[in-house]
């Protein structure tokens, strides 16, 4: 799960892309992996619990490219007009590594 690079609080994925949402080319961002990922890594998020700021670099790449499958799958999962994300990301991701560590028990 992501953390705080500086506080280490866990993060909830929704506030993160929340947060990259006020940028006017968003809805950009988020059609393209390749814009999001390098947009991804050199924003400055603010941590809501200590109110430091870091970079997107910082936290596990891994899940940010699973947020951005994730966002993009789902018809919906971004109220565009409040810029909202309208998915439990940190459960769903909770899922997406059960199952895995599933499928690694049940293949080995
Ligand atoms: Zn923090």
């Known amino acids: 799960m992501a953390k705080c690079p500086l506080c280490g609080s866990s993060l909830d994925w929704a506030g993160l892309i929340e947060q990259m949402l006020t940028l ?6 988020f059609q393209d992996r390749e814009k999001f990922t390098g947009t991804f890594e050199g924003f400055v998020f603010k941590c809501p619990h200590c109110g430091e700021e870091f ?3 910082n936290l596990p790449m891994k899940e940010a490219e699973k947020v951005f499958a994730l966002l993009k799958e789902f018809k919906g999962s971004i109220d565009w007009e409040n810029r909202k994300v309208r998915l439990r990301l940190n459960s769903l991701l909770a899922l997406d590594t059960m199952l895995e560590n599933w499928d690694r028990k049940v293949k080995g």
């Open 24 to 29: 006017e080319n968003a809805n950009e961002i």
């Open 55 to 57: 970079y997107g670099r």
